[in-house]
């Protein structure tokens, strides 16, 4: 039984008409064959990424977004001390030195998590609810001064509130994440 060839058609990666040399040959050449299973391959990983994504609890998109949010946060004030107590150089922690800590606090004020105004670099003693009983303010009240220092009093009243409430959908904690991973880039940019 003699093969029937098939019509000219266009190769299914380079889109120049071909004719087929066999039954279901889809590209021209072995070079197109190589690049057309690259770029499926490609649309499958991303494909699995987005449905990764799409099935991810939002508590690990908060989780992964504030994770970043933090990060540009404690590069912002590298050069800054504690913004509650002060220090320069606390002891090196397995955790790092620095974390990110928020003036109101996430539980109570959701509206406030990725509020740039809200969050500032400090000492790991500090965020953790350190006492300093022989100075004359909390830990708090000193944060809320240097605030003053850092964002003036239109921006500390505002920082205050009221807010109105405010619930995240997935695609905005991806898209948070997304700009402070830009924003991250940018700042090494800038200081190397
Ligand atoms: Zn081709
Ligand atoms: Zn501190």
Known sequence: MACEREEVKPCAHCQTPFT?????QRVCSPRC???LVKAVKKAEAVQTRERKQAMK?????VKAAQEVFNKWIRARDSDLPCVSCGVENPPMTSGGQWDAGHFLNRGSHPALRFNEDNCHKQCKACNGGAQYPHMALSIRERYQDELLNRIGPERLEALLGPHPEVKLNRDELIAIRATYIQRLKDLKKEAA
Do not use: F, N, S
């Open 57 to 61: 609890p939002i508590r690990d998109l």
């Open 33 to 35: 064959a190589g690049r």
């Open 20 to 24: 087929p040399q066999r039954m279901g």
